[in-house]
């Protein structure tokens, strides 16, 4: 392993030439936290515009899954591209759509038959099951979860609460929604312990939501992401999934699972949900299905999925390209990826445990295969959050070589290719313990 290698000053020339082009050019919305320029990539290494090569902790926010550029990935792209490249499915056939519905129809936890809508993005999968949510049940209200990020189009961003940046000056949002607190256990929102807690976020929806404010019968869907992601990489319990899929259960409400950032394979199963055991009645993923093409799916029980012909379409979701994508990014993860990823992630884990104990610094480290956060505080006892620190971080791993991503307030988020190694893996966790012996205070 010869990278992470860096032979400029960052960012280097031909780097600062395109930074300049694109900050003229492109909408200031976007995040951009660090100049980094890709020119080409190969599993967990990224390369930019000077040469500089990088290790990737972030495989485009948990997308390219089988790691950048799979040979196989590309070889079925190019072959599906000789053939044709679009077709709209909402329209007419072809082979390979239905072949990947079945698959994962297939893959997803729960018995019988099941149907799959297709998009192109995590945020177009939150749109439709938000939509036959409520077109199944009739319901309108819908309950999200402070610290959840579901996308950025209206109806999914009105189940986000992550960053008010997000909501500002684009009410009014969809009405109806309603947030409560997630099963953080780290920062309990009602100041408990876990362990003697009885599940407070749990009974809180029962006793108080549903006395007080929104009839359960009036709810058609429960939005959880089975681990936060955007939110700061956070694992509920056990008992809060479990507690959600029961009450859902009793008031006849649909329980939606957005596995758009931990589906796929990356926590070691297929799906967050199954460590859990909750079989969720919709289940929505993105992002890793296919190595980086543009593709989402939403998949249910036929008896869910009820809408008639034009109730819901759109024209690229399911592109061949992207089915045959997420077709080979599927083999791969069965045969080796997906195992790969619990067993890295479960190394990098203990190793990170470890380092908690020697830094202060390390409040929380949490997560399952290679979902991976570490919570950055100002100390472990009072634990109060050093977003200061984390950001430092972030810029600092950057000019060692190292792409990594905050997520949260004040996490560090661990996402590489399914393909990392433990090499790879021990080269990040050197790099980062570096960072924890420099401290916050050296800029
Ligand atoms: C859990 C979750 N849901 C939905 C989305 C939105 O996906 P997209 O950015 O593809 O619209 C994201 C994106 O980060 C996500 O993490």
Redesign the pocket.
């Known amino acids: 392993m010869n990278y992470p290698k860096i032979i400029t000053k960052l960012p280097g020339p031909k780097a600062k030439e395109i930074i300049e082009r694109d900050s003229k050019v492109m909408s200031p919305s976007y995040t951009r936290g660090y100049p980094f320029v890709m020119k080409r990539g190969r599993g967990a290494m990224a390369e930019d515009v000077d040469g500089n090569q990088f290790l990737d902790l972030t495989s485009g926010?948990?997308t390219c899954s089988t790691g950048h550029s799979h040979p196989e990935v590309v070889k079925a792209i190019q072959a599906q591209a000789e053939d044709f490249i679009h077709m709209s499915g909402t329209d007419f056939y072809y082979s390979v759509q239905s072949e990947l519905a079945a698959k994962l129809a297939s893959l997803v936890p729960g018995d019988g038959p099941k149907k799959v809508f297709f998009g192109n993005?995590?945020?177009?999968?939150?749109e439709a099951a938000l939509k036959l949510a409520r077109y199944h049940t009739g319901r309108q209200d819908i309950i999200a979860f402070f610290g959840a990020?579901?996308?950025?189009?209206m109806g999914?961003l009105s189940l986000t609460a992550s960053k008010v940046i997000q909501h500002r000056r684009f009410a009014p949002l969809l009405p109806g929604v309603v947030h409560v607190p997630y099963g953080y256990c780290y920062r309990c929102p009602y100041n408990l312990k876990y362990g003697s807690c009885e599940t407070a976020c749990i009974t809180w929806i029962e006793d108080v939501l549903f006395r007080r404010d929104i009839p359960p019968d009036e709810v058609a869907a429960i939005f959880v992401?089975p681990i936060q992601?955007?939110g700061g990489y956070v694992v509920p319990p056990v008992e809060f999934m479990q507690g959600l899929r029961r009450l859902a259960d009793k008031h006849g409400i649909l329980l939606v699972c957005?596995?758009?950032?931990?589906g796929m394979g990356r926590t070691g199963k297929m799906f967050a949900s199954e460590h859990f055991d909750v079989v969720p009645d919709i289940i929505?993923v993105?992002?890793g299905i296919a190595s980086g093409m543009p593709l989402?799916a939403i998949i249910a029980s036929d008896k869910v999925m009820d809408w008639p012909p034009g109730a819901h379409a759109n024209t690229f979701g399911g592109n061949p390209l992207a089915c045959v994508a997420a077709l080979t990014t599927i083999r791969l993860l069965e045969e080796g990826l997906m195992e790969n990823a619990a067993t890295v992630g479960a190394y990098m884990l203990e190793e990170l445990w470890k380092m908690q104990r020697r830094y202060p610094q390390i409040g929380d480290v949490r997560g399952l295969g290679l979902m991976i956060g570490i919570e950055i505080v100002k100390d472990t006892e009072k634990r109060e959050p050093d977003s200061t620190f984390r950001d430092k971080m972030v810029d600092r791993l950057f000019e060692k070589g190292l792409l990594i991503l905050g997520c949260g307030a004040n996490s560090l988020r661990i996402c590489p290719s399914l393909t990392f190694t433990r090499e790879e893996a021990s080269v990040a966790l050197e790099l980062i313990e570096d960072q924890f012996r420099i401290g916050p205070d050296r800029s």
């Open positions: 926010i948990a993005s995590g945020t177009e999968a939150i990020f579901h996308g950025r189009t999914a992401e992601g955007e957005d596995e758009v950032q931990s929505c993105a992002k989402s």
